[in-house]
């Protein structure tokens, strides 16, 4: 059978992962090219035994017999490589967000409707074994109708103030997950958000114009809702739960550990921290999620997270800005274009 060929952009953190997993787990495909705009990248290219490494996405989408793209490059070059990517007639995967502009994102959404290629977009949370269970009890009505969903999302440390001044914010960064989760997880569509924020963690993040703590409250089309807290560091590792009640009860996701035993003594009882950081923690997302791209790429069934699953969660993003900045709730119809 002829594998499909694949091409990664930008070897970052999660450009790594990606590779990785496409490079050791999928024999129906193969990784023939990547690129990155660092010459210390070619390391990666040999370590993965992947043949062309260029400097350059166009030199990248020119590598002869490329399928598909894999996007792991900054959010400000996402956009630009997925029209180009399209435009080339290139099958693609692209991590969140695709832009941080609402208008940028349709343009690209209607390239992708003209070119006639699938774009998957990176929400690997979706993909999470314990989350994908609670969605299946959810749509089993095992919790009935829902009333409120809870998300507990907090990093073990903030990023670089250097990465917050061009990722768009905390919450087209980091809360996009969260909302996109809020979406999956009760299969509702979103139509007023009221966000508050703080600066409790870092003021250079503050001085760089973002926000490190956060409550959200997202109410649905049905007037149920949910209610999201946030923040850039929790003393005790990357904080992650997940709650849906409903009218015949509740269910919930605590967070993993490395390991699940626990030490009583008469002075207390205790235990590991939960897995360090997004790597760790949604290790296998991701590559459940680079097997449902390469399946949808295999069989031709439709991508399991499209653009417009990319243009809510920006959307829910852009109104928990303005809400914060107004002090008020805020429509999702006031921010879509
Ligand atoms: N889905 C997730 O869980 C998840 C996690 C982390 C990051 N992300 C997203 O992935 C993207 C990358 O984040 P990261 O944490 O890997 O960042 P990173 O800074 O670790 O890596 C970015 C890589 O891109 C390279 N690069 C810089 N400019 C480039 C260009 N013009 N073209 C191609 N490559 C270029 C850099 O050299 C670096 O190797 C961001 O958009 C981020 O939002 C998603």
Redesign the pocket.
Known sequence: MKKLKIAV???????KIHLKNLSRNFPEIEVVAV????DE?KAIADEFNVPEFTKS?DDLLAVPGVDAVVI????D??ADYVVKAAQAGKQIFC???LDLSLQRVKEVMSIIGETGVKLML???RRFDPEFRKIRQLVQNDAIGEIQIVKITSRDPGPPPVE?VKV?GGMFL?MTI?DFDMARYISGKQVKEVFAKGAVMVDPEIGKAGDIDTAVITLTFEDNSMAVIDNCRKAVYGYDQRLEVFGSKGMVQAENNFPNNHKLYTESGISGDLPLHF?LER?DASYNQEMREFVDALVSGVEMPVDGNDGLQSIAIGLAAKKSVAENRAVKLSEVMV
């Open positions: 952009a930008g070897l970052g953190r999660i450009g690129m990155d705009v660092f990248s996405f792991c490059s900054p959010t070059t996402h991590e969140k967000p990176g929400f690997n990465y990722s960064d997950h997004f949604y």
